[in-house]
């Protein structure tokens, strides 16, 4: 039994091998488009991000198939006023896991889409390119107004986002 565990797990390792590989190779070919924002990944930044996404996978009990987000994180922030070439692959990390904390904690009621358009939304807008700020803040309250099943927290690109409406909270 023990030899037919590591079989298994030698094949896994090596479908996962293949996996990343695909997945880096798919990272670099973004490069096409995304250099004339003047962002490109090199093949060690594009390895590095594929593990921070097989780690932020694994933490928040994920599964994904193939290069999955980041790909569209890529195509959407590409063009972020806040992005440059100094800071491109640790917002890519950054941006990632926080997709997936929230794709997590809201039991994925929001498409892989939609929650990369409010992420860049609030990104552009309130948080002025600050992950800390879209996760902390920004997407938290989105996060209660998701998991609470509300749906008139539409973003109205004229609000100026310092405040939300008020949450009852059960005392």
């Given at each position: 039994m023990?030899?037919?565990?590591?079989?298994?797990?030698?094949?896994?390792?090596?479908?996962?091998?293949?996996?990343?590989?695909?997945?880096?190779?798919?990272?670099?070919?973004?490069?096409?488009?995304?250099?004339?924002?003047?962002?490109?990944l090199?093949?060690?930044?594009?390895?590095?991000?594929?593990?921070?996404r097989?780690?932020?996978?694994?933490?928040?009990?994920?599964?994904?198939?193939?290069?999955?987000?980041?790909?569209?994180?890529?195509?959407?922030?590409?063009?972020?006023?806040?992005?440059?070439?100094?800071?491109?692959?640790?917002?890519?990390?950054e941006?990632?896991?926080?997709?997936?904390?929230?794709?997590?904690?809201?039991?994925?009621?929001?498409?892989?889409?939609?929650?990369?358009?409010?992420?860049?939304?609030?990104?552009?807008?309130?948080?002025?390119?600050?992950?800390?700020?879209?996760?902390?803040?920004?997407?938290?309250?989105?996060?209660?107004?998701?998991?609470?099943?509300?749906?008139?927290?539409?973003?109205?690109?004229?609000?100026?986002?310092?405040?939300?409406?008020?949450?009852?909270?059960?005392?």
């Amino acid at each position: 039994m023990s030899a037919l565990i590591s079989i298994f797990m030698g094949a896994g390792g090596e479908l996962r091998q293949l996996e990343n590989a695909a997945i880096t190779r798919d990272l670099l070919a973004t490069n096409e488009r995304t250099a004339e924002y003047g962002l490109v990944l090199t093949e060690s930044q594009a390895r590095e991000l594929v593990e921070i996404r097989n780690r932020s996978l694994r933490e928040n009990e994920r599964i994904e198939l193939g290069s999955g987000a980041i790909l569209q994180i890529i195509d959407k922030f590409c063009t972020s006023s806040y992005i440059n070439s100094q800071n491109y692959a640790q917002t890519l990390g950054e941006l990632l896991d926080i997709f997936y904390y929230f794709k997590t904690e809201s039991r994925d009621r929001i498409s892989d889409k939609d929650l990369i358009d409010i992420m860049y939304e609030l990104f552009e807008g309130p948080c002025h390119g600050s992950t800390e700020l879209l996760a902390g803040r920004d997407l938290e309250s989105l996060l209660r107004y998701v998991n609470e099943g509300r749906d008139d927290l539409l973003h109205d690109p004229d609000d100026d986002y310092d405040t939300y409406p008020e949450i009852e909270e059960d005392i």
